[in-house]
């Protein structure tokens, strides 16, 4: 089961650097497990920063982002965070689309 939820977050990152290639490479060596000394602290460094998201600099943005990166180590984090994504994702293709057809003028008839 937990094999998964981990392809599907490994599908998801895959996806993120697909979408994002400036960040394509720094997304992929977070990824590696080599990179955990580094992806767990920068995840807990995120969270603290987005739940201090009222500070100036600090934004509400960094707590999924820490929460992403922790879920790659943290298999109880998997599922709620690939989720998470994914309902993002649509939220986001939804309000682009509504977006776009408030701009394009109606047709003529």
Same mark, same amino acid.
Do not use: P, Q, S
């Given at each position: 089961m937990?094999?998964?939820e981990r392809? +599907? /977050?490994e599908r998801l990152f895959l996806r993120l650097e697909a979408r994002f290639p400036r960040f394509a490479m720094v997304i992929y060596i977070l990824r590696q497990p080599w990179a955990m000394l580094i992806r767990v602290p920068l995840g807990i /460094? /995120? =969270?603290i920063g987005g739940v201090l998201s009222f500070l100036p600099v600090l934004g509400l943005w960094m707590l999924p982002l820490g929460l992403l990166l922790l879920a790659i180590d943290l298999p109880f984090l998997q599922r709620p965070m690939s989720g998470l =994504? /994914? +309902?993002g994702e649509r939220q986001f293709k939804l309000w682009r689309r509504n977006r776009r057809d408030r701009k394009s003028p109606p047709p003529a008839g």
């Open positions: 937990m094999d998964k392809t +599907r /977050l /460094l /995120l =969270v =994504v /994914l +309902r």
